[in-house]
């Protein structure tokens, strides 16, 4: 593999030991060639956009990758295939998707009242000099 001028190495789907197969007719998926892990599906209706397996992510605060990633709480991708096959799975992930969102939202109003107590601070030290 090489390097391109800045240094970097180029993203390529030939990258270690990633396989890549044809999974539908509108479809390749592509997996760690050692252990068989999903890495990337791809959807020949988006071309230059790749799904990546989450989970593989090395985020320090954990599986969520929350400092890279934003989540949609709103609603679950492909319920209408998730409900004939795992419907009490699809709905547990919808429950639990809505409650992370409702945490989420009361964790952000908490930071912001934080920040707005801090600003006050700093109008009442600059105020009192
Ligand atoms: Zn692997």
């Known amino acids: 593999m090489s390097l391109d001028k800045e240094g970097n190495q180029p993203f390529t789907l030939d990258t270690g030991t990633l396989k890549h197969y044809r999974s539908s007719d509108i479809a390749t998926r592509h997996s ?15 071309p230059h956009i790749l799904d990546v397996a989450v989970g593989l992510l090395d985020a320090p605060e954990g599986a ?59 109008k009442l030290d600059s105020s009192s000099k």
Do not use: I
Request: charged content about 30%; glycine content about 8%; some cysteine.
């Open 32 to 46: 760690c060639g050692k252990c068989g892990a999903t890495v990337f599906w791809e959807g020949d209706e988006r």
């Open 64 to 122: 969520r990758a929350e400092s890279w990633l934003w989540w949609e709480t709103d609603f679950v991708s492909f319920r209408e295939d998730g409900m004939p096959r795992a419907k009490a799975l699809t709905e547990a992930l919808e429950s639990g998707l809505a409650a992370y969102g409702e945490h989420q939202r009361n964790r952000s109003e908490s930071l912001l009242t934080l920040e707005n107590l801090h600003v006050n601070d700093e």
